[in-house]
């Protein structure tokens, strides 16, 4: 048991060095979210400038919104670049059964892996783009700790939830074999219900709603409110908190059923 | 080491029964075989194929709902009207989506430097960039020029536009001179990862975030920008001054009206360097070793 403990910080140490050690492409990385934020500001100005406030956003807010949104997009593997790929590819090649002999829950040990590499980016890609940001617009950081704290906190919810959903993605290759087509669907919804091409509070009308309330919402629109404490009140942040610990638990439940329906379509082919 | 194996697979001896070809020609063919072989590989999974295009088309009209729920907020962005960032952005998309189709995976070229399966491209008698060009050749991403393409006959059908025989020629030549400005990019990003390594983000950086400042107004960006991208990576040519131009609309850098019709030549002009730094990476590749 006391091994066991040690065991998926390990793994997650494991996936940070691994992404580490890819030195140019995170800096290439870098380059790209900065060039991204800067084009994306450029736009967002534009709008702000026909109309202030717009989406419940000043303009420094909605500046906010474009760079901490660049800083988060590799860490939550939003436009791919995450675990699922290489699952998938276990699972085509028969691989996944050699994980499956492991002593250890393949769900849990792909979480460690996955937040090992989240942490790697967020380090690595999430920082420089946000200073860029912010040296060359005026942004709204907040000054108070206690919101840089609970920011953290949602980013790492946030970061779960995006798990959540690409872990279905990657036992979805134990019935399509390959994944290339669901992971791009997958890009697609996560590109526009996650709050990366605009603020899902400036969305129109009952689509705004319901975007509000997928899970998608949870990996940047509700770190943003999180971070400069908007739309969700006073006590908010409880809530906003709450909602992705409640999308984290069912896409983890709904991982581990599946899960277990796909270990026992394993054939496992002699050689 | 390399080019002394690229030297052996050439000898005229080994290869008595090839009539000799010109490369370009040969360069052609082995595209068409690499690309013939990878459209073969695709269907095999056919409901992926067809989800993937699908996707592909979806992922990039994205973009476009984007700027029409900007637009269900405001009537004119940057001095625009929709229907006129719609021939931005549908032009924008239809050259980007060609020259992703024709030379995209250029940009898979870091991924093989590091590791080392570069070096069984230089031993076939293909030369090194049409099997880089088509590398994993993705017919999926026709969908991307479909989507570019009905988005910019809407706009044409939306616009109230005096059409001349100029403004006319201007509408093919900009996707294509376009697609031709950034393949040119795609040549020399991938060059940059034979010095570089895997970099294929900064590649992305110019394509992809290009197209992306492409679809807005050049009036939204800061005159900085605009002059980099006219006079250093010349994107600008790729659809701002030519739809500026049949639009009817001053150039924010107080260009002169006829330089809408340069965008071939730029094309051409661009290319040259591009290929130059191409064969400059492929000469100073000198493996991974073991």
Redesign the interface.
Known sequence: MARRAWLYPAVAAGGFRRYAT?G??T???V??NT??G???A??Y???WD??PG?GGYDQAQALTFVWVSQSLLAAGALIGGGFQEEMQERIRTGDIAVDLYRPADLQMWWLAADLGRAGFQLLGRGVVPLLAGALAFELALPVDPVRWLLFLVSVLLALVVSFGIRYLLGLAAFW???????N??A??VT??CSGM??PLT???GGFGEIVRVLPWAAMIQVPLDVLMGVHFGAGGAVRALGFQAGWAFVLLGTGRLLQSAATRKVVVQGG | MAEAVVAAARRPGELADVPPRNRTVEGLRGYGLIVAMWVRSTMTYRTSFLLSTFGNAAITLLDFVAIWIMFSHVDVLGGFALPEIALLYGSASASLGLADLLLGNTDRIGVRIRDGSLDTMLVRPVPVLAQVAADRFALRRVGRIAQGLAVLVWAVSELDVDWTAGKVWLMPVMVVAGAAIFGAVMVAGAAFQFVAGDAAEVQNSFTYGGNTMLQYPPTVFGKDLLRGVTFVVPLAFVNWLPALYVLGRPDPLGLPGWVAFLSPLVAVVVFVPASLVWRAGLRSYRSTGS
């Open positions: 890819y140019t492409a800096a290439a990385g380059f790209t060039v991204f800067f084009i994306l450029y736009t100005i534009a709008l026909e109309r717009l399509l074999m390959d994944g290339t087509g669901i791009l669907m890009v697609v590109i526009f091409l605009l400036v969305f129109p």
